[in-house]
């Protein structure tokens, strides 16, 4: 079974940083990871992906401000200059293309505020 354990998110002002980590049980040779979010009242979205590949994908509202890495089966989030609208439950995905599976982190929360 696959697990994710994430960590790292907590209260900042804006214009801070964060840094989350997942790390995977599980690694598959085709995989890509990545950070989703969920802020109240709305759908959760794609922050930012990284595939095996090394290939990166990022939402337009995070471009040049955050940072998705990779080290074997843990994957970094570098978030930089937070603003309040990032604000949000941050989970960790893990999918693998040749099933289609999705597997998800418990989630971490991220608060910027002053």
């Known amino acids: 079974q696959v697990q994710l354990v994430e960590s790292g998110g907590g209260l900042v002002q804006p214009g801070g940083s964060l840094r989350l980590s997942c790390a995977a049980s599980?690694?598959?040779?085709?995989?890509?990871m990545g950070w989703y979010r969920q802020a109240p009242g709305k759908e959760r979205e794609l922050v930012a992906r990284?595939?095996?590949?090394?290939t990166r994908n990022y939402a337009d509202s995070v471009k040049g401000r955050f940072t998705i890495s990779r080290d074997k089966n843990t994957v970094y989030l570098q978030m930089n200059s937070l603003k309040p609208e990032d604000t949000a439950v941050y989970y960790c995905?893990?999918?693998?293309?040749?099933?289609?599976?999705?597997?998800w982190g418990q989630g971490t929360q991220v608060t910027v505020s002053s």
């Open positions: 990284i595939t095996s590949g090394g």
């Open positions: 995905n893990l999918h693998q293309p040749d099933s289609g599976l999705n597997y």
């Open positions: 599980v690694i598959f040779s085709l995989n890509a």
